[in-house]
């Protein structure tokens, strides 16, 4: 199994999570971040703006359903111009183990 971890822009959460529900990824964990990358933060005037909004999508899914997953968000997440920076980043880790707290399986 695979943790996918998907930092991106606020205004492309709805439409990754409906192209990965559509695509048979329905469970996600959402939470807000803030964060800056190689950039250091944006300059909008005279205002630097050190950390920027995002939202951070979490999924677990089994190693061959991987490579879909990252495809539906990078085609969902990406704003347009290859190489614009802030659009985000994607972490997959190994999962070892799994275990669903009301029934005490250990599956996904």
Known sequence: MKMIRAIIRPDKV???LSELSDAGFPAVTK???AGRGRQRGVKVGNIHYDE??????MLV??????????????????TGEEGAFGDGKIFINSVEEVYT???GESEL
């Open 52 to 57: 920027i909004s995002k939202e951070m999508l």
């Open 14 to 16: 709805q439409e990754v």
């Open 101 to 103: 707290i009301s029934t």
């Open 31 to 33: 939470i807000d971040v």
């Open 61 to 78: 899914v089994d190693d061959e359903n991987k490579d879909d997953v990252v495809r539906i968000i990078i085609k969902n997440a990406r």
